[in-house]
């Protein structure tokens, strides 16, 4: 029995030739222009019974940003008999991106004539398609109706007329050109994603994603938005991840690195990380109506650092430096806080009475790693006092339990989170401290295909700040790529949930 083939098929001869040379041993196949002629090709397909396909070829673009020789990879299509998602292609466009190619991620709606006309682009347009072209609906569906459902799909095009410049103009002509050498680097890519297909295992960390104070933190802004005039303005990333300041930023937030950047008597969110003493004093001396949205976690560690400086202890905060909420804890008593990062500045540190020493925690610290820190301290200092409960919190202590839970079985563990997230980079080396190769990836697009490319079981999770929905994304790109099994391993349940501050509440 012959293998089932990865396919690629194009409409135009032009591009069938430009991919033919980029691709080797993999058949590329005309199916002609037009879903009239993609029917009468339909038969085709049949025969050649493909195990991966790949639709490439050029496109127009709708969305105004989009310029000539831009790369579309489809998360749907449709047309006017429906609309299929696709969720596959996540790795290849972190390979395109690699490659150097501008690559944008949308709807492309087919039609079943070329579309020249400025209003009837920005007719479609409106209805949230990026890009269009004339066979990929026709394709997907036949093959969505017909094939094996776990059949990898993508859907690749490359734009040549844009919003403002539509087809049959001059400027099309090099524009044509350029798309089609576009078009040939994304052969070796292809190749690659194609050859990601098959079934897999993944093994789900539980508990992972939001905490309790992400949760709070997200919906004051929320309630805030609904509340108050706008701009309603946010001191620093309300959490440390891109996708949650990018939605909010949608609802109507405005995220600033510093009071000053917020006029005078308008409302300002503090973030989840904390502030310092003088920014709370700069607010009110500037008659800001603060909202704050401070983890309960993070604050008690602000009130344990108090307290032992109000007796006379140096401080010592184990933390690491720049990060927001050490930023705000060291504000509390400048000068009296000192930072120790690691267990070697541990060893080294020096105050001025041994035995008035206190240490605290930032709330996101890797467990080991902190216990290293700490017992140097204490070695070191064999009075020194701490908080009688944990600062690390129980978000961050529960989710590094949990990628522990898995990362000795899998190949490969994927780490949903931003690179600004502490706990996430936290889940990063608790994994690869257990000899597992470990990656973070704001969402499925930064997944690279070499990571996928020998494992067979995934293991996947998310730091505390990365919505749930990010998660599920990964696990729809690995089943759309082949059939899963999913485990979930729970270590903890979680039920926690903090009351909201004052200006939000009630
Ligand atoms: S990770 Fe911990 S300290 Fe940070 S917001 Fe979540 S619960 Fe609070």
């Not at 070329?114 to 398609?129: F, K, P, S």
């Not at 401070?294 to 109000?310: G, N, Q, Y």
């Not at 540190?349 to 902190?370: C, E, G, R």
């Given at each position: 029995?012959?293998?089932?083939?990865f396919?690629?098929?194009?409409?135009?001869?032009?591009?069938?030739?430009?991919?033919?040379?980029?691709?080797?041993?993999?058949?590329?196949?005309?199916?002609?222009?037009?879903?009239?002629?993609?029917?009468?090709?339909?038969?085709?397909?049949?025969?050649?019974?493909?195990?991966?396909?790949?639709?490439?070829?050029?496109a127009?673009?709708l969305?105004?940003?989009?310029?000539?020789?831009?790369?579309?990879?489809?998360?749907?299509?449709?047309?006017?008999?429906?609309r299929?998602?696709?969720?596959?292609?996540?790795?290849l466009?972190?390979?395109?991106?690699?490659?150097?190619?501008?690559?944008?991620?949308?709807?492309?709606?087919?039609?079943?004539?070329?579309?020249?006309?400025?209003?009837?682009?920005?007719?479609?347009?409106?209805?949230?398609?990026?890009?269009?072209?004339?066979?990929?609906?026709?394709?997907?569906?036949?093959?969505?109706?017909t094939?094996?459902?776990s059949?990898?799909?993508?859907?690749?095009?490359?734009?040549?007329?844009t919003?403002?410049?539509?087809i049959?103009?001059?400027?099309?002509?090099?524009?044509?050109a350029?798309?089609?050498?576009?078009?040939?680097?994304?052969?070796?890519?292809?190749?690659?994603?194609?050859?990601l297909?098959?079934?897999?295992?993944?093994?789900?960390?539980?508990?992972?994603?939001f905490?309790?104070?992400?949760?709070?933190?997200?919906?004051?802004?929320?309630l805030?938005?609904?509340?108050?005039?706008?701009?309603?303005?946010?001191r620093?990333?309300?959490?440390?991840?891109?996708?949650?300041?990018?939605?909010l930023?949608?609802?109507?937030?405005?995220?600033?690195?510093?009071?000053?950047?917020?006029?005078?008597?308008?409302?300002?969110v503090?973030?989840?990380?904390?502030?310092?003493?003088?920014?709370?004093?700069?607010?009110?001396?500037?008659?800001?109506?603060?909202?704050?949205?401070?983890?309960?976690?993070?604050?008690?560690?602000?009130?344990?650092?108090?307290?032992?400086?109000?007796?006379?202890?140096?401080?010592?905060?184990?933390?690491?430096?720049?990060?927001?909420?050490?930023?705000?804890?060291?504000?509390?008593?400048?000068?009296?806080?000192?930072?120790?990062?690691?267990?070697?500045?541990?060893?080294?540190?020096?105050?001025?009475?041994?035995?008035?020493?206190?240490?605290?925690?930032?709330?996101?610290?890797?467990?080991?790693?902190?216990?290293?820190?700490?017992?140097?301290?204490?070695?070191?200092?064999?009075?020194?006092?701490?908080?009688?409960?944990?600062?690390?919190?129980?978000?961050?202590?529960?989710?590094?339990?949990?990628?522990?839970?898995?990362?000795?079985d899998?190949?490969?563990?994927?780490?949903?989170?931003?690179?600004?997230?502490?706990?996430?980079?936290?889940?990063?080396?608790v994994?690869?401290?257990?000899?597992?190769?470990?990656?973070?990836?704001?969402?499925?697009?930064?997944?690279?295909?070499?990571?996928?490319?020998?494992?067979?079981?995934?293991?996947?999770?998310?730091?505390?700040?990365?919505?749930?929905?990010?998660?599920?994304?990964?696990?729809?790109?690995?089943?759309?790529?082949?059939?899963?099994e999913?485990?979930?391993?729970?270590?903890?349940?979680?039920?926690?949930?903090?009351?909201l501050?004052?200006?939000?509440?009630?």
């Amino acid at each position: 029995m012959t293998e089932r083939p990865f396919l690629v098929i194009t409409a135009l001869r032009s591009e069938q030739f430009a991919l033919a040379g980029a691709l080797s041993g993999v058949p590329v196949e005309r199916c002609g222009m037009g879903p009239a002629k993609v029917r009468q090709w339909l038969p085709r397909l049949a025969e050649i019974n493909p195990a991966v396909v790949a639709v490439v070829g050029v496109a127009g673009g709708l969305d105004p940003s989009l310029r000539a020789g831009d790369v579309v990879v489809a998360t749907e299509v449709r047309d006017d008999k429906g609309r299929r998602v696709l969720r596959s292609a996540a790795p290849l466009v972190a390979e395109l991106r690699r490659q150097g190619l501008t690559v944008r991620t949308g709807p492309i709606v087919s039609t079943d004539h070329i579309v020249g006309g400025v209003d009837e682009r920005q007719r479609l347009a409106a209805t949230g398609a990026i890009a269009v072209d004339m066979e990929s609906a026709e394709i997907v569906r036949a093959l969505s109706d017909t094939a094996d459902p776990s059949l990898p799909i993508a859907v690749v095009r490359v734009v040549v007329d844009t919003a403002y410049t539509p087809i049959a103009r001059l400027r099309t002509l090099p524009a044509g050109a350029k798309a089609l050498m576009v078009l040939r680097r994304t052969g070796p890519a292809l190749q690659k994603w194609a050859a990601l297909a098959g079934p897999r295992r993944v093994l789900l960390a539980g508990p992972r994603s939001f905490c309790a104070g992400v949760e709070r933190a997200i919906d004051i802004v929320e309630l805030a938005l609904q509340r108050y005039s706008r701009p309603l303005y946010v001191r620093r990333q309300i959490v440390h991840n891109a996708h949650v300041v990018r939605d909010l930023e949608k609802q109507g937030a405005v995220f600033v690195d510093e009071l000053d950047e917020v006029p005078d008597g308008t409302t300002v969110v503090f973030s989840a990380h904390g502030v310092s003493p003088a920014v709370r004093v700069e607010a009110e001396r500037r008659r800001l109506n603060v909202i704050d949205a401070t983890c309960p976690l993070v604050a008690k560690v602000h009130s344990e650092a108090k307290r032992f400086i109000a007796r006379g202890d140096t401080v010592l905060l184990v933390g690491h430096d720049g990060h927001d909420e050490v930023e705000g804890t060291l504000g509390e008593a400048p000068g009296q806080i000192r930072l120790v990062q690691d267990r070697a500045e541990a060893e080294a540190i020096s105050v001025d009475d041994p035995d008035k020493v206190a240490f605290v925690l930032q709330t996101t610290l890797a467990v080991d790693d902190a216990a290293q820190t700490v017992d140097a301290l204490r070695r070191r200092f064999p009075l020194i006092e701490s908080s009688p409960t944990d600062d690390i919190c129980y978000a961050t202590t529960n989710r590094q339990k949990a990628v522990s839970a898995i990362a000795q079985d899998a190949d490969v563990v994927l780490v949903v989170g931003s690179p600004n997230s502490s706990n996430s980079l936290r889940l990063v080396e608790v994994a690869e401290r257990l000899g597992t190769r470990a990656h973070l990836v704001d969402d499925a697009s930064g997944v690279l295909p070499e990571w996928l490319a020998d494992a067979k079981t995934i293991g996947i999770t998310a730091g505390a700040s990365a919505p749930p929905h990010l998660v599920d994304e990964v696990i729809g790109m690995l089943s759309a790529l082949g059939p899963v099994e999913v485990d979930e391993r729970v270590v903890a349940e979680e039920d926690l949930k903090f009351t909201l501050p004052k200006g939000v509440a009630g």
